[in-house]
């Protein structure tokens, strides 16, 4: 059996030494580089911690990992369901971050850590594009520089990667290092390291490991010597999906309110492979949704540097993340609100991009040109969206203003440890470092949630926070609450509204409007 050829096959065999330039100079500079951004980023998360900025998506790992470090191993998450931590997508590599919640108990460092992961996955992307530069290049030393300049550019520049390190906290940013460096080190042939690399993308959950399957089909098609490998990765990613989605441990992919319209005869139990053979069953579906995003998805890939699309490398990586995407109900996933969940893509496409700039260089001048011209106009369009679009990221979060936040700030500081608190989604993410929590948000309905504690705190805004339940759903809760609960009102201020509750004997649940079962 041989894989499936492709330009980057013609790369098996690289320049021969005495033929090859000087080694690239690039990797400092790249590190100044990226080291700036850092520094930005980081900037970035302190301004949006400050605002309270963090939603029910920060909530759900700050919850558990604040258990996990006071040693309840198997945390009871409170945000979307109540149901144990891992059977949101069995995300194990929450623990070992867990063992730092010493350092800072209030969930920033989850921030830090997060802009850290990404800046090194980029900086593994462009010593990949440095080592593909010096063993592949057929030009000269000037180009192969422009070109590596061109990828550090793409790289930094991505606007995409600054909004993925705006919106809370994600494990997608560690699952993307992780696989990055398991491809890398599976494309130099060093097993024992891309076998370990490949354990810990893994180790970031169902979702998150989805991206193995892209990067090992791409080894198939553009490295023939490690083929089996990445037949390897691919179907042990595949296999862990599977696995753990039949033990139950993938609740939070919500196959059936997202995908439910494939196959609306399977009801709640709606598995993986019934969504696969559901878009078989009805390509006129998958087409529609395909249509209603196009201009989503094109946004996304230009601001990665375009032409990586046309590598093996890349093109598998994009199908195998954004036909999920496309996919999916919901038309924010493929929107910048949601770039954190197909960050390779922005990674592998610099990276693809320089494999097809390599094999264009060895063709002959002609197509060296031809390269060079699309090469400056990937470089142009990722230049554009980038200007149009970095500037936006931290003011789309931070819907909670300075005022806001100082009210915010001494609500945290006041509400005991012990209370159970329901916050509007905008700003929930910092209340979050307690058993019981609850996010007032989308959908909006009555619904009921546990009462386990003698004070239940609310502290909800119709005006304040990056919201997603309409207004009209946040006063009928304020009313009942107000009324019905007869809860005392603490604080009105700055457009947060501030309730406790002392729930009689025998009440053992709460229902409200937009109340998040």
Not at 234 to 259: I, M, N, R
Not at 338 to 355: R, T
Not at 495 to 513: D, K
Request: glycine letters at 8%; hydrophobic letters at 55%.
């Amino acid at each position: 059996m041989t894989p499936l050829a492709s330009p980057e096959a013609d790369l098996e065999e690289p320049v021969p030494r005495h033929r090859r330039d000087t080694p690239i100079p690039w990797n400092a500079l790249a590190l100044v580089v990226l080291a700036a951004q850092l520094v930005w980023l980081i900037l970035q998360s302190v301004h949006i911690y400050d605002r309270f900025s963090l939603t029910s998506d920060f909530a759900l790992f700050y919850q558990a990992w604040h258990a996990i470090s006071g040693g309840h191993l198997d945390p009871t998450s409170t945000i979307y369901r109540t149901n144990p931590y891992l059977e949101n997508h069995f995300e194990l590599f929450l623990y070992p971050l867990a063992l730092l919640e010493w350092i800072d108990p209030s969930g920033f460092i989850l921030l830090l850590l997060s802009d850290l992961a990404v800046v090194v996955a980029e900086l593994v992307a462009f010593a990949w594009v440095s080592e593909i530069l010096a063993e592949h290049w057929g030009g000269g030393r000037p180009s192969r520089d422009l070109v590596a300049g061109g990828a550090l550019v793409v790289l930094a520049l991505d606007p995409w990667i600054w909004w993925t390190t705006a919106f809370d906290f994600h494990l997608e940013v560690f699952a993307a290092l992780f696989a990055l460096l398991a491809v890398r080190s599976a494309w130099h042939r060093r097993w024992v390291r891309a076998a370990a690399w490949t354990a810990l993308t893994l180790s970031c959950g169902t979702v998150e490991s989805v991206v193995l399957v892209g990067l090992g089909a791409g080894l198939v098609v553009s490295r023939r010597a490690v083929w089996r490998q990445g037949v390897a990765m691919g179907a042990a990613a595949v296999a862990w999906l599977l696995a753990l989605d039949a033990a139950g441990f993938d609740k939070g992919s919500q196959l059936y309110t997202l995908y439910g319209y494939l196959d609306p005869a399977a009801g709640t139990n709606l598995s993986i492979s019934q969504v696969a053979l559901g878009a078989l069953r009805h390509p006129h579906l998958v087409w529609g949704m395909a249509k209603e995003k196009r201009t989503d998805l094109f946004q996304t890939m230009a601001g990665a540097g375009l032409i990586g699309l046309a590598s093996s490398l890349g093109l598998a990586v994009a199908v195998v993340l954004f036909v999920p995407a496309v996919l999916n109900a919901q038309l924010s996933v493929v929107q910048p609100e949601a770039a954190f969940q197909v960050l390779p893509v922005y990674l592998v496409f610099p990276v693809g991009g320089v494999l097809l700039l390599c094999w264009l260089s060895r063709r002959g001048r002609p197509w060296r040109l031809a390269g060079g011209l699309v090469g400056v106009a990937a470089l142009v369009e990722a230049v554009v969206v980038a200007v149009v679009w970095i500037p936006r990221a931290a003011p789309y979060f931070v819907r909670t203003d300075d005022a806001a936040a100082k009210v915010l700030d001494g609500i945290l500081a006041r509400t005991p440890a012990g209370a159970e608190v329901i916050a509007s989604n905008g700003f929930v993410g910092r209340f979050a470092g307690r058993t019981w929590v609850y996010a007032l948000e989308e959908p909006v309905g009555g619904f009921s949630v546990p009462v386990r504690s003698h004070t239940v705190e609310f502290v909800l805004s119709y005006s304040q926070g990056l919201e997603t339940t309409p207004k009209a759903t946040t006063e009928a809760a304020i009313g009942q609450i107000e009324h019905r609960l007869h809860a005392r009102h603490t604080v009105s201020a700055a457009g947060i509204e501030v309730f406790v509750w002392h729930p009689p004997a025998g009440v053992r649940r709460l229902t409200l409007p937009g109340l998040s079962p």
